[in-house]
C-alpha cells in the first residue's frame, strides 16, 4: 500500500503562525502510523493568499488541506484516511 | 518559543499592521482591526467580546509603540495614536508594560492543598506547619490563608504531593523581582529601576497581559519612503525561518532593506577583542572575567550584582560592533538589529550606531504580509567571509567556544593561563545569586559565560523557531554549512 504523503508547508506565514511546532511531528506519531506516511516539508502551498492567513498553518494530507493544524490534528486527519483505504 | 493563542493573536496582528501600512490603508482600517477580529457574533478568549476588543487595541498601541500606561484620553483612536508613532523620531526608552486590563490579577496565596489529599493518619502537613495553619476538615486538609506564610513546608512534606504550589507566573519568571503588586492600586507594575528587559514575564504571562513596545513603524516608515536601511541580523537567524542564510538575504531584499549585514560579523570582532581583554586581564590578577554580549545578564549585573561588575568584559558586543562598521561604510544608512531579543532594545538606546530593533517575529510578520515565502527565495551570495565560530555565538557556550578557538588560533606561541570556563545557561532567581558569588570568588572558574536566556539567543523571547531545532541550525551554521 501506498504511503500517505505529509506535506507540511514552511511557507513564511504558516511557519511562524505554527508549522515551526509541527516540524516535530515525526517524533508524536504513534508507532503504527510511522511507516504509512511519508512526511515532507512543502515550500508555500498558496493556501494564505487572500487574507486567508487567519486559517494558517496548512498541512496537506494526501489530497486533503488540513486548516489551522496542529500535531493531534494532522494525525487525526492521517488516521481517517488511512479507515477509508 | 511556544506555540499558544497569545502568541497568534499577536503574530495575527502585526501581520495585519504591515499589510494595510505598506498598502497604504492603516490610518483608515487601524481602528476597525479589533472589531473585525472580534465580531459580535463571534467567540470570545475572555468574558466577551467588547473586552477582548479593549485588549487586542492595547496590544495595537504596543504594536505602535505606544506605551499603554501613557493613555491619558481612552476615546482616543488608534489612527491618532499611528499619527503619533509616525511623528517620532526616536523610539521609548521604556519598553515592556503592564496591561492591567488583561492581567488576571493571579492570586497571592500560593500554596494549594489539591483533591489528592487523602485526609491521612500521620498528618505531616498539620504537624511540620511552624503556623498551625493547616487543619483536616471533613477528611481534607484545609489551610487557613490568614494564618500561612507561604513557607512551602507542607508540599515538602505531603506523601501524595497533595500541596501544590501555584506561582505568579511574571513573578516567578522575573530572575530580579522587577514585577511586582502595588498593595493600594493592587495592580501588577514593572519597576524600570530594577527591570533588565530580558522579557521572561512576557513570554511566561499566561494572560498575555505584558507588551513590548515595537518599532516595526518606524522602520515600515523609512522602508516605504525609500530610505537606505540595513539589516542586521543575530547569528540566531539562522534556524528560525525554513531556509539558508542566503535566502533570508534575498527576502529581506524584496522586503525593502539595502541589504543584510550578519551580527557574526561583529562577533569575530568581539571575539577577537575579548580574548586579548582576557589575556589581559589574568596577567592583571583578576580572578575572573564575565562576559558582555548578553544586554539583560550586564543589565542585571549593573543594577544587582555589585560585586561581579568589575569582572564584566568591556568589550563592546557583537552588535554595537557590526553597526559601528555599517555606519563606517554607510553613514546615512538607518541600521536595524533583528533578532530574538527584547533587552536588545535597551541596549540600542544607549548604542548611538543602531538606530532601531526588530524581533525575529516582527520580521516574520513582514515577511508574511508582503507574501514573501523565505524557501523560495533564490539564495544570494553572503557578502562577508565570517568565521564558524562567529555564527555560533547564538548558542550557549557558542562565546566560550569562539574565545577558546581564538586563544588557540590567534596564540599558539604563548603559554596560556588556564581556561577554567563556566556557563549560567538562563537567569533565574537562583543563578542571580549564584552571580555574586562568582564576583567574590567563592565558585571555581576565571572565565564566566552567562546568557540570560536558557539555550542562549535562540532560546530568547521573541524567537520563532523550536529552541531544539535552532541550537541545531546554529551548531550546524558554526560548523561552516550556511
Request: aromatic share 6%; net charge negative.
Amino acid at each position: 500500500m501506498d504511503k500517505i504523503k505529509v506535506e507540511i508547508c514552511v511557507g513564511t506565514t504558516c511557519f511562524i503562525l505554527g508549522a515551526s511546532e509541527l516540524q516535530e511531528l515525526e517524533r508524536f506519531l504513534p508507532e503504527g502510523l510511522r511507516d504509512k506516511v511519508d512526511i515532507t516539508g512543502a515550500t508555500c502551498l498558496g493556501m494564505c493568499k487572500d487574507d486567508n492567513y487567519g486559517q494558517a498553518p496548512f498541512v496537506r494530507v494526501g489530497n486533503r488541506i488540513v486548516s489551522n493544524a496542529s500535531i493531534s490534528s494532522v494525525i487525526e486527519q492521517i488516521e481517517e484516511q488511512l479507515k477509508h483505504r | 518559543m511556544q506555540a499558544n493563542d497569545a502568541n497568534r493573536v499577536r503574530r495575527e496582528l502585526l501581520i495585519k499592521i504591515v499589510r494595510e501600512f505598506m498598502q497604504g490603508n492603516l490610518a483608515e482600517k487601524i481602528d476597525r482591526i479589533p472589531y473585525e477580529l472580534r465580531p459580535r457574533d463571534g467567540q470570545s478568549s475572555r468574558c466577551c467580546v467588547f473586552k477582548d476588543r479593549a485588549v487586542i487595541k492595547y496590544r495595537l498601541m504596543a504594536i505602535l509603540g505606544i506605551g499603554v500606561e501613557n493613555e491619558t484620553d481612552e476615546a482616543k483612536p488608534l489612527s491618532e495614536y499611528l499619527q503619533d508613532a509616525l511623528d517620532r523620531e526616536l523610539p521609548d526608552e521604556d519598553i515592556l508594560s503592564v496591561l492591567d486590563v488583561a492581567c488576571s490579577h493571579c492570586i497571592t496565596s500560593r500554596y494549594l492543598i489539591t483533591n489528592a489529599c487523602r485526609g491521612c493518619f500521620a498528618r505531616p502537613c498539620t504537624f511540620n506547619c511552624p503556623k498551625k495553619a493547616i487543619a483536616v476538615v471533613n477528611g481534607q486538609a484545609r489551610i487557613n490563608y490568614d494564618l500561612c506564610i507561604d513557607c512551602g513546608k507542607c508540599t515538602q512534606v505531603c506523601p501524595y504531593h497533595a500541596i501544590i504550589r501555584v506561582p505568579i507566573p511574571c513573578e516567578e519568571a522575573c530572575p530580579v523581582n522587577a514585577i511586582r503588586r502595588d498593595e493600594e492600586t493592587d495592580r501588577q507594575y514593572i519597576d524600570f529601576k530594577a527591570c533588565i528587559s530580558c522579557g521572561k514575564c512576557m513570554t511566561a504571562c499566561p494572560f498575555a497581559a505584558i507588551l513590548e513596545r515595537s518599532q516595526i513603524i518606524d522602520v515600515l516608515k523609512l522602508i516605504k519612503a525609500g530610505r537606505k536601511v540595513i539589516a542586521m541580523v543575530a547569528p540566531a537567524i539562522v534556524g528560525q525561518f525554513a531556509g539558508k542564510l542566503g535566502q533570508i538575504a534575498a527576502a529581506l531584499h524584496h522586503a525593502g532593506f539595502a541589504r543584510m549585514e550578519e551580527v557574526a560579523y561583529g562577533a569575530e570582532m568581539t571575539t577577537t577583542h575579548e580574548t586579548e581583554e582576557f589575556l589581559e586581564r589574568m596577567k592583571k590578577g583578576d580572578h575572573i572575567m564575565t562576559t558582555s554580549c548578553c544586554p539583560a545578564y550586564v543589565e542585571a549585573v549593573k543594577l544587582h550584582v555589585p560585586e561581579l561588575l568589575p569582572f564584566v568584559s568591556d568589550t563592546p558586543s557583537p552588535m554595537r560592533y557590526t553597526a559601528e562598521a555599517v555606519k563606517k561604510q554607510d553613514p546615512d544608512a538607518f541600521t536595524v538589529f533583528i533578532g530574538p531579543c527584547v533587552a536588545k532594545r535597551k541596549e540600542a538606546v544607549a548604542d548611538q550606531n543602531t538606530d532601531y530593533v526588530m524581533t525575529f517575529e516582527e520580521l516574520g510578520a513582514m515577511f508574511a504580509a508582503m507574501q514573501i515565502d523565505v524557501s523560495s527565495q533564490e539564495a544570494l551570495p553572503l557578502d562577508r567571509d565570517v568565521k564558524g565560530y562567529a555564527r555560533g555565538f547564538a548558542t550557549s557556550c557558542g562565546v566560550s567556544a569562539a574565545i577558546l578557538e581564538e586563544l588557540h588560533q590567534s596564540h599558539p606561541e604563548i603559554e596560556m593561563p588556564e581556561i577554567n570556563k563556566q556557563f549560567i545557561n538562563g537567569l533565574d532567581h537562583k543563578t542571580v545569586k549564584q552571580l555574586a558569588l562568582y564576583g567574590r570568588g567563592k565558585l571555581p572558574g576565571n572565565f564566566l559565560e552567562v546568557m540570560a536566556c536558557e539555550g542562549g539567543c535562540v532560546g530568547g523571547p521573541c524567537a520563532i523557531g523550536k529552541v531544539t531545532l535552532a541550537t541545531a541550525a546554529v551548531k550546524k551554521a558554526a560548523a561552516g554549512e550556511v
